[in-house]
């Protein structure tokens, strides 16, 4: 079996947007996690494309046992949270359906309803079409802080227990999930960007190393004018 994951909306299309983030820009992330982490046992398709625009579905042709995941977000007011899956209402539920939809409720709770069958979606009636195993994961709401937060934040996690919904085990992720934890963690209470623990690792990285600079900076006046100080006896201004 090989997951084959579509990361929704793209090719100029946000979709939702919400707590400084757009939801094509973050299952992008969450796709390409999943496709580092899978390895071999996992095809992220085509991210700079919009599949539900271009219909790219109708095209594939992929082996009799893949399985097709799309990533999105919801999105509504601050206070709706939580994860859910939705297939296609005409099928039942597979093993790979109920794990995922249990999953996600766990890691990200707050739907009431967490494994939905809908058959009005465009995406879901192409991939039946086509007979392809299918499903759509709605990984949080991006308008509610807290779901973006543990998205972003526990990355590494979401993907894992993604991969384990099908089978799959996921590879090399301890060292950078640790390294994330910790960015976020010190970046919690002093975030000049105002946007809290929302900044991406990168940019958690980047000011972190922006304020080690200054500090290193300020240090070397600080030594050089108490170097001063003790030739001339005196301390001089640039202490300040």
């Known amino acids: 079996m090989r997951l084959y994951v579509i990361a929704g909306h793209g090719a100029g299309d946000p979709g939702a947007v919400g707590c400084g983030h757009t939801e094509a820009g973050l299952v992008r992330e969450l796709a390409a996690r999943l496709g580092s982490m899978g390895g071999g046992a996992v095809t992220v398709l085509d991210t700079a ?4 625009a271009d219909g790219g579905i109708s095209r594939l042709d992929l082996p009799a046992d893949a399985q097709l995941l799309e990533l999105h977000m919801d999105a509504g007011p601050a206070s709706a949270h939580g994860a859910h899956v939705i297939i296609n209402g005409r099928y039942s539920a597979d093993a790979y359906d109920t794990a ?22 465009a995406n879901s009636n192409r991939a039946a079409a086509k007979g392809i195993s299918y499903r759509l994961a709605e990984c949080g709401f991006v308008t ?11 990355m590494g996690e979401l993907a894992a227990g993604i991969l384990a919904a099908f089978g799959i085990e996921a590879k090399g992720e301890s060292m950078s999930e640790d390294v994330e934890k910790a960015a976020r963690e010190i970046l919690r209470t002093d975030d000049p960007t105002g946007r809290g623990v929302h900044m991406t690792t990168h940019e958690h990285v980047k000011w972190i190393a922006a304020k080690q600079a200054d500090m290193a900076a300020r240090l070397e006046r600080i030594e050089a004018a108490l170097t001063r100080s003790e030739q001339d006896g005196k301390v001089t201004g640039e202490l300040n």
């Open 49 to 52: 494309r919009n599949w539900y």
């Open 100 to 121: 995922l939809a249990s999953f996600l409720a766990g890691f990200m709770p707050g739907r009431s309803s967490t494994l939905v069958g809908r058959t009005d979606l």
């Open 144 to 154: 509610n802080a807290a779901d973006v937060d543990r998205f972003m934040g526990r």
